[in-house]
């Protein structure tokens, strides 16, 4: 017999993402924040209206139905 090899599915969550509607593979909010290419920079984050921590966010699993908010400080004058 073949070696057979697990199919592999991500499976998306439908998530709100600043107001939008996002479908993800991001388990969790830190894999968000990489996912929409903010990781390099300073951003606060909540899910749901509570504040999350930048520590945290490994630990802050995603759910469907979940409302989350990244905000970024801008510079300016």
């Known amino acids: 017999m073949a070696n057979a090899r697990p199919r592999t599915t991500e ?3 439908e998530i709100t993402v600043n107001g939008r509607a996002t479908r993800t593979a991001a388990q969790t909010l830190a894999d968000l924040v ?3 290419e903010l990781g390099e920079g300073r951003v606060a984050t909540a899910v749901n209206g509570d ?3 930048e520590r945290a966010r490994a630990g802050a699993v995603l759910h ?3 409302s989350v908010e990244i905000l970024s400080v801008r510079q300016g004058g």
């Open 51 to 53: 504040f999350v921590a």
């Open 64 to 66: 469907d139905g979940d």
């Open 34 to 36: 990489v996912e929409q």
């Open 11 to 13: 499976r998306l969550r």
